[in-house]
């Protein structure tokens, strides 16, 4: 009886946040802020949502964000998986060295480096384009999904590459027919957990954007405001809703891949 009752505790804590943020954004403002937080909407507001398709934008803010974030992931999947596959599969002097120096990387606290980020994009005016987002996220990214792949890539069997390579395998193809299919849970598992870091960002974008065309969807959420800068609630959660709708419908389908990898993770490391 009381590990169902620590269960249903534990479902209320979690389910309960989505329950209120989705009754919340059906309420207007007014509502919102003369009523309980807890109180269930007195009427079904939907103008919430159109108001935060317009003024919000969140429609062009979904698109800057899938803009920056799918190549964003392919790039750092790419080019952490070959460098996971160098430094673990293949032989040579001073990998060691090399993968220590990587791992370093995941050390420097992004906020950091900003600064200096900024001063070299404004300088090649870069600034108020989404290249300086696709940039960051790569290079932010890929000390961990290089030292992850290493890790999955541990686990493959040396006997396989050893086989094709006898069968006439170079390199590349080593890497592309043997070691990526074997690892396809590993790369899921990273390119879900680049994928949800890249989209909820929000210092980075804040910090390389400012026009409002260009803003992502985390940025563009901070848009709700109208006169005197007082914040419109229900467009707002409203606007929420829409942008935690999608990733949390995606993370449902693939959770059990996404469990998967990262035990597969935790066992070869």
Request: aromatic share 12%.
């Amino acid at each position: 009886m009381p590990a169902k009752l620590l269960i249903c505790v534990l479902l209320v804590i979690e389910i309960y946040p989505l329950f209120w943020l989705l009754s919340t954004s059906l309420k207007s403002t007014q509502e919102f802020l003369n009523t309980p937080f807890w109180s269930l909407p007195r009427s079904l507001d939907f103008q919430n949502y159109a108001d935060a398709w317009t003024l919000g934008r969140i429609g062009t803010s979904l698109q800057n964000s899938l803009t920056v974030t799918i190549p964003s992931v392919v790039l750092i999947l790419l080019l952490g998986a070959a460098a996971g596959f160098a430094l673990e599969v293949m032989v040579w002097k001073g990998r060691n060295w090399v993968l220590l120096a990587i791992l370093g990387g995941i050390m420097v606290p992004v906020q950091m480096i900003l600064l200096p980020l900024f001063t070299i994009y404004f300088k090649i005016g870069l600034t108020n384009t989404l290249w300086p987002l696709v940039l960051t996220y790569v290079g932010h990214g890929l000390p961990l999904t290089t030292f992850l792949m290493a890790a999955y890539f541990r686990g493959v069997p040396r006997e396989l590459f050893e086989s094709a390579t006898l069968d006439g395998a170079g390199i590349l193809r080593s890497f592309w027919t043997v070691g990526l299919p074997l690892v396809r849970n590993g790369l899921l598992t990273v390119a879900l957990l680049m994928f949800f870091s890249t989209y909820n960002d929000l210092l980075i974008a804040l910090t390389f954007i400012t026009a409002k065309d260009r803003s992502t969807v985390q940025v563009g959420l901070l848009n709700f405001q109208g006169e005197y800068g007082t914040v419109l609630y229900g467009p707002l959660f409203a606007g929420i809703c829409m942008t935690v709708l999608g990733t949390l419908v995606v993370y449902l389908l693939l959770s059990r891949q996404i469990m998967q990898g990262l035990a597969g993770g935790a066992l070869k490391g």
